[in-house]
């Protein structure tokens, strides 16, 4: 068992043998669209990359979400065939969001052995989340194009 130090120290250490494993600058929050943005996450036994919304308003959060929701296809089919679309999903703080994400189960990062294969995980997934944002951003950014 680890205390709270160690496994801060230990998630550290993770995300700096990541950033060396893949050193590049990823989307993230420069999605120059304020609500939206992609993740990298750690769950207990799990990790996940994530494209979400968190729009206050939730009209704009509906908007977005349905625009990528149209989507749907495009990105199972040439890019993400796992995504999950979650519209109205509760994080731990308890705001709501809208949700876009592939996990992989069984993937732990306490384990330094299985850090490799979440480090592939995560690139792919965010390679692929990104090559479609890319793709569909100008009708994703344009709210007066409706779905």
Request: net charge negative; glycine share 2%.
């Amino acid at each position: 068992m680890y205390s709270k130090e160690d496994h801060k120290a230990l998630q550290k250490e993770f995300w700096q043998a990541f950033a060396e494993a893949y050193p590049r600058k990823w989307l993230l929050y420069n999605t120059k669209i304020k609500e939206v943005s992609f993740k990298f996450g750690l769950g207990y036994k799990m990790v996940f990359v994530t494209f979400d919304i968190e729009c206050k308003e939730a009209h704009l959060r509906t908007i977005y979400y349905q625009k990528i929701e149209s989507l749907r296809q495009l990105l199972w089919d040439d890019y993400l065939p796992n995504a999950q679309f979650e519209p109205s999903f509760s994080l731990e703080n308890g705001k709501n969001i809208s949700r876009i994400w592939i996990k992989s189960d069984g993937l732990f990062m306490n384990d330094r052995t299985q850090w490799q294969a979440i480090f592939d995980f995560f690139a792919q997934t965010m390679t692929q989340f990104e090559l479609f944002f890319l793709e569909y951003e100008d009708y994703i950014r344009d709210l007066e194009l409706n779905t």
